[in-house]
């Protein structure tokens, strides 16, 4: 834990009117580590990563990648700090092949001048060896992505992400529709990536999810900061109390806070 | 439908796929359908005369004059938008294009670029309009159709009281440029050429390009092209004026070949390149379409409207035949994607 946070937010803040959706919130992500973001509905869980992914800008605060200030104008300039955000909708097209949602946006092309073309054996290529080397099951990645499960598409997510220079990955809500096999394999995915060297940060309520997979819980409840917590201070049970924003007999973690 | 897709599950994997793809490809209807068709014809009415050369010909040039158009209607549709402007377009460029040259004694040359000028306006207007209002195209696009047409008419009838202007061939003369538009290659009009490049144009752009995949992603699914940094409102605007620019190339086709540019020509044009594109595979919904399969929808209704007046049937039943075709198609078009779309759970 000694390495310098490659993501953090300090102190931000966002206002929609009068309502503060999120008040004076600190996060950090250092490489290799999994940073587990819990909240009830409404805790402010979307609004932090919103504003991590460059979707929004904070009212207050500072957003520092590799110690430096940012400002991000849109989710394609965190995306070029290393960013990169997994939404609920994944961002893939049901009726598209895998491997052409796989380089979608970012396609790899070939061929000289008009006649440039968008390079179809090597993405096809590509995207199966990435997928093979990150353990996703994908006997052709000519289907369309429609027709793979849920796990499957969330893991093709988590590797197009890493196969674009990902160095943090946010994930929201990864397993929320998913039976208890295929999150499983979606978990699996985060720990390769972790192990690769990428900081995760992990959105869910599943507190057994969390539990598993994260070095580091950071909990919200009404916008604000319940604290963060190392897991070797926690118990599931504290953990579990903590969502429902229930403070007693749970360490203070004000070692952790800033 | 059924029995080759289900027994074709028995079958080794590699198979399986294979005979799956081709069925659920865009383009299988249209094809299927065109070679009913033809085959209808030409037993029916062969002996009196669709096998002919002149009738080949005709149904060839309405086919082309459908198929110009609907080739990049088919990349708009898969964008996951709709023009109903382009009947209407056609009309403006034929007013504008046989103004220069009839009463403005301009070489075809200049005409045609001019013409061509006007039309990236239109496309780009029609284009704009969408994206900034985020309205459903078919509003926004049936207001500009009422405003073109209209403008084209109130236009011509202060300039010259009619709803025509006659007499383009005689004025662009010995222009060599004429062929282009209304020439003869062996015993087909040249649009049949412009009509196979066009097609083939559209469908390399759909599948062979980069901008195609970007095109796949709009229409497929907005929300996700934008998260991965495609430029959606360029892209839009982009095939606006594709569509429009065919719609003047029509024009100059319909000039030269009538030898007149007509206020009213092209009416109903915008649902025609539709029917083409939908018998085609393409979704109205976006993300789903080919070229290919527009060109063979066009090719289709070529024939149905052409050879039709063979039949016994008095001509007024057209429509309703061509109705029932199109509801068909979409029904097979609909199954077969489902079919494309629905998960194989082995490998889970």
Known sequence: MTAQPYLEAVGVSKYYDNFAALQDVTIRVRPGEVVCLLGDNGAGKSTLIQLLSGVIRPDKGVIRVNGEEQHFSSPNDALDKGIATVFQDLAVVPIMPVYRNFFLGREPSTGWGPFRRFDKRHAIRAAREELRGMGVKVDDVRRPIGTLSGGQRQSVAVARAVHFGAKVLILDEPTSALGVKQSDMVLEHVARARDSGIGVILITHNVQHAYLIADTFTVLFLGRQLGTFSKSDLTELQLMKLMAGKLEDTPVATAFQS | ?348
């Open chain 2, 1 to 348: 439908m059924n029995s080759p897709v289900q027994s074709g599950r028995t079958d080794a994997p590699e198979a399986r796929v294979s005979l799956r793809s081709l069925l659920v490809r865009p383009e299988f209807t249209a094809i299927a359908g065109t070679i009913a068709v033809f085959a209808f014809f030409a037993i029916f009415t062969g002996d009196a005369g669709f096998l002919s050369m002149a009738m080949t010909r005709n149904y060839l040039e309405v086919a082309a004059t459908i198929g110009i158009i609907a080739a990049p209607i088919t990349l708009l549709l898969v964008a996951g938008e709709f023009d109903l402007s382009v009947g209407a377009t056609v009309a403006a460029g034929e007013i504008v294009m046989s103004y220069l040259i009839v009463y403005a004694g301009w070489p075809v040359a200049p005409a045609f670029l001019a013409t061509v000028i006007v039309a990236i306006g239109i496309g780009a207007l029609n284009g704009y309009l969408v994206v900034k209002t985020k309205l459903p195209s078919f509003i926004i696009t049936l207001a500009t159709l009422f405003i073109i047409r209209g403008a084209v008419q109130g236009i011509l009838r202060m300039l010259n009281g009619n709803s025509v202007i006659d007499g383009v061939r005689s004025a662009a003369g010995e222009d060599p440029l004429v062929w282009l538009f209304s020439g003869m290659v062996g015993p087909f009009s040249v649009s049949l050429i412009w009509w196979i490049v066009i097609t083939g144009l559209a469908a390399w752009v759909l599948e062979s390009t980069v901008f195609g995949n970007r095109i796949f992603a709009t229409g497929g699914n907005q929300a996700a092209a934008v998260r991965t940094g495609i430029q959606v409102d360029r892209l839009k605007i982009m095939l606006y004026i594709a569509v429009a620019a065919s719609a003047v190339l029509v024009a100059a086709i319909n000039i030269f070949t009538i030898n007149q540019g007509n206020a009213n020509s092209a009416v109903g044009r915008e649902f025609e390149v539709v029917t083409a594109a939908v018998i085609g595979g393409a979704l109205l919904t976006g993300g789903y379409g080919s070229p290919i399969g527009t060109f063979f929808g066009a090719l289709l209704f070529g024939m149905v409207d052409q050879g039709f007046f063979f039949t016994p049937l008095p001509d007024v039943w057209f429509l309703t035949f061509l109705g029932f075709m199109l509801l068909i198609a979409v029904v097979i078009n609909n199954y077969t994607r489902n079919a494309a779309l629905k998960p194989r759970g082995s490998s889970q």
